[in-house]
């Protein structure tokens, strides 16, 4: 079983819909992120929680909420989905008091179309 | 703020010979970590390899080495060997020491000619 797990895998949405995207780990790491791809951009930061009380901007966080639940689980909301967030998005976890030092490790990706 | 430049958006290489990709990255910082992450067909975020900046060792895996060169700020991957498997996108990565917030370059798409 997967140690990130996202859901969904494939997403396809129409613009203003609200969506959610999940992400669980069984890990034990208390940080969680969550990136988003675009082709010929690489991975951007949108959120970042270093504990469940801890939750962080990051470099797009514009129009993106989180929600982070319980140790284990990080939520990625869109409250009104628009065409230009259609894209690839990855939640990690990472622990670098667990001889990890500054590794991340990636769910699966859902990919998520706004149509 | 740091950022990370990879120069080449494709690269292509016959089967079993030697590619390098490139990397360069900007900071202030004195420590920090820099990393090169897999990802093939199956999207999975694979890490091939990590190299932390106090270490004049270049680090190695397997087929997989880099060359480090702190004062150049760069970062390039050299894949020997080169196999079907290794075909895939691949993205540089920076991170201070301390903070696992990843900067990422735009990526190289890796093409593997049998």
């Known amino acids: 079983d997967a140690d990130v797990t996202q859901t969904p895998r494939n997403r396809i949405t129409k613009t203003g819909k609200r969506i959610m995207l999940e992400c669980s780990q069984t890990k034990g790491h208390d940080r969680m992120y969550w990136y988003r791809q675009d082709p010929g951009l690489g991975l951007r930061l949108i959120y970042y929680?270093?504990?469940?009380?801890?939750?962080n901007k990051g470099e797009i966080s514009d129009g993106y909420s989180v929600s982070r639940q319980a140790q284990a689980k990080f939520s990625l909301s869109l409250e009104s989905a628009i065409p230009n967030q259609t894209a690839l998005y990855f939640c990690a976890t990472s622990d670098p008091t667990g001889g990890q030092d500054e590794k991340l490790f990636f769910g699966s990706g859902t990919q998520l179309s706004v149509l | 703020a740091q950022t990370v430049t990879q120069s080449q958006p494709e690269m292509s290489v016959q089967e079993a010979e030697t590619v390098t990709l490139s990397c360069t990255y900007d900071?202030?910082?004195?420590?920090?970590?820099l990393f090169w992450y897999k990802q093939p067909p199956s999207r999975q975020m694979i890490l091939v390899i990590r190299q932390e900046a106090y270490k004049q060792q270049n680090a190695t895996e397997n087929r997989f080495s880099v060359n480090f060169q702190k004062a150049a700020k760069s970062f390039s991957l050299k894949i020997s060997d080169s196999q079907l498997g290794d075909a895939a996108m691949y993205f540089c990565a920076y991170t201070n020491f301390g903070n696992e917030k990843l900067t990422f370059g735009t990526g190289t798409r890796l093409t593997i000619i049998p």
């Open positions: 900071t202030s910082e004195s420590d920090y970590y």
């Open positions: 929680s270093f504990d469940v009380k801890d939750i």
